[in-house]
């Protein structure tokens, strides 16, 4: 098998109701903790391969992420855990919502991380272009500095500004599944 086959929403209901099939969330932790499918396994992908998933192999397996994008463009990894069939879910869990299909919601739980580091990004870049304009010419210097970080987390793929919000208060908590 060479590529990750499309499945939809109703399909996909109609095979894990059969029983033949694991349906595995290659979300990060926060992400599945604010919202999941029932019944769908935790894989992030950046710790995929701590993951085992031999009592698995004689199922079909349905890889999903938010929107479908995430999971098609890491097929090969996915593939690589050698189940005897493997799909992606066409849409992700936003393609399982709008078939109307249950899922677990935690909206106690923070907003993702990739999400609060956007909003503090544009936020900061905001407030440096504000303050330039209306107090000091300087304060652009804060915009350009946040500006080099996203590029700086883009190419490498660390952020420092997720680092720093992990370590938040309301990031710590335990917010169950």
């Known amino acids: 098998m060479t590529s990750l086959n499309p499945i939809s929403a109703p399909e996909l209901k109609r095979k894990l ?20 499918i029932l019944g769908a396994r ?3 992908l950046s710790a995929i391969d701590a993951h085992d998933f031999d009592r698995d192999h004689g199922k079909a397996a349905v890889f999903h992420c938010r929107s479908g994008l995430r999971t098609q463009s ?9 189940f005897r069939e493997a799909y992606y879910l066409q849409g992700g869990i936003e393609a399982w919502k709008q078939a109307g299909l249950p ?19 544009g936020l900061l870049i905001l407030l440096g272009v504000t303050l330039g304009a209306l107090v000091n010419p300087a304060f652009y210097g804060l915009s350009a500095f946040i500006g080099a970080g996203l590029t700086f987390a883009g190419t490498t793929g660390w952020c420092g500004m997720a680092m720093i919000l992990k370590a938040m208060p309301w990031n710590r908590g335990s917010f169950g599944a």
């Open 74 to 82: 890491n097929a090969a990894t996915l593939l690589a855990r050698g």
């Open 17 to 36: 109701d059969s029983g033949d099939t694991v349906l595995i969330d290659i979300r990060e932790t926060d992400e599945h903790a604010r919202e999941h």
């Open 103 to 121: 899922v677990h919601s935690n909206r106690n739980a923070p907003l993702e991380i990739m999400r609060q580091v956007q909003i503090t990004a």
């Open 42 to 44: 935790l894989a992030p």
